[in-house]
């Protein structure tokens, strides 16, 4: 089957590797989609019935620059998979089971399901205090389908232990299924937080993330929730999702009209952005007590005004990717508390363009684009 392989920053192949055989304890899925971005009058055509969709991430991106320390090396494989350089790529996919192996539940899982792929790895050692107490996501070793092995998204099949597959609600699409790591993300850094339903809340920064954190603050009962986000287009996507406020901080002063509009202060205040700049407003923007979550991964470390914490007793902490939130989210989906993700795809594109139409997009055209689906078979172009 073909794959698209990660190699090392600036080395990723679309390659002809065996497919995986369905073995006992392991459910075998076809991949539809995966995702990546938003925004073209590029499609792919997509002829057979199996699939799975992924995504690109965020942090595809940034292993085609840095090798992600989730991912093991050409030499030294990772401790729990077992693995090294190269790995299949794609963590954040839906897909249609195939074939299930012998010891599989066959009354939760069957041939012909959709499902949606939690891809978060740990020890589970009982010895891992992280593990043991339901705090998977900060274990020492954690990694992930699709960074660390066990297969991934950007191919044409996976074969995974039931412990990462969770069945699509009747209603929720592939392409709605694809998207639920990712909002995942947004929904761990609300419940991470002091957040309480009738709390006003403000998202700094509106790249996917920001704009999941968003429809999870909606989702779970946020009187007001403020947007700050100094691209056009990002914006847009902002008031499209029916954001409260929509801040420009280019031309607004986010910190005095937040304090306005609040009287007094958000209550939580969601820093998607990881700038100096995006820390500092939400040090100020926060109210007297409240919480600054941390959510965006920083690539240069800021410096922390703690005599504001100190002074305004801010609670400020962070997450880090998400915890056993896919059966709570997709029930919140498929209640309808959750809407609109369909409309997050602003591209679909074939295996060979992942580099070229996937990351080179994400990294030139990044205000334009939420989600890029990419679809495991031959490329089937049509322009609209």
Not at 176 to 193: F, N
Not at 290 to 318: C, D, F, Y
């Amino acid at each position: 089957m073909r794959a698209v392989r990660y190699y090392g920053p600036g080395d990723i192949r679309v390659d002809n590797i065996p497919e995986p055989s369905i073995t006992d304890g392991k459910i075998k899925i076809k991949v539809w989609r995966c995702v990546h971005a938003i925004n073209s009058k590029y499609e792919v055509a997509y002829p057979n019935r199996y699939a799975i969709a992924r995504t690109v991430c965020g942090s595809d991106v940034h292993a085609y620059f840095i090798r992600p320390e989730a991912s093991p090396t050409a030499t030294t494989p990772h401790p729990i998979t077992g693995e090294t350089l190269p790995t299949v790529m794609g963590h954040e996919f839906s897909g249609t089971i195939v074939a299930l192996g012998r010891g599989v539940d066959n009354k939760k899982y069957a041939v012909g399901q959709n499902v949606t792929i939690e891809p978060v790895i740990s020890c589970m050692k009982p010895t891992c205090p992280q593990c043991t107490s339901g705090a998977r996501n900060v274990c020492p070793n954690v990694s992930y389908v699709g960074a660390g092995g066990f297969g991934g998204g950007f191919s044409e099949y996976v074969s995974l232990s039931p412990e990462y597959v969770h069945v699509l609600p009747a209603g929720v699409s592939l392409e709605a299924g694809a998207m639920i790591e990712p909002l995942s993300v947004g929904w761990h850094a609300v419940k991470r937080s002091s957040f309480k339903p009738g709390d006003r809340a403000l998202v700094i920064g509106c790249g996917p993330i920001g704009l999941f954190v968003l429809k999870s603050l909606q989702a779970l009962g946020a009187s007001w929730v403020g947007v700050s986000e100094p691209a056009t287009e990002r914006r847009e996507m902002a008031r499209k999702a029916s954001a409260s406020t929509v801040f420009d901080p280019l031309s607004e002063d986010v910190v005095s009209e937040t304090v306005r509009v609040t009287d007094g202060g958000a209550d939580v205040v969601f820093d998607c952005a990881g700038l100096q700049a995006s820390l500092d407003t939400a040090l100020q923007a926060v109210r007297p007590r409240g919480t600054v979550v941390g959510v965006a991964v920083w690539e240069k470390m800021p410096t922390l005004n703690t005599h504001a914490i100190q002074r305004k007793e801010i609670m400020l902490t962070s997450c880090n990717g998400s915890n056993d939130e896919h059966p709570e989210l997709l029930q919140a989906v498929a209640a309808g508390k959750i809407k609109g993700l369909d409309e997050l795809v602003t591209r679909k594109i074939a295996l060979e363009d992942f580099v070229e139409m996937g990351i080179k997009a994400l990294i030139n055209e990044k205000n334009k684009h939420i989600k890029i689906l990419v679809h495991p078979q031959k490329r089937l172009e049509t322009k609209l």
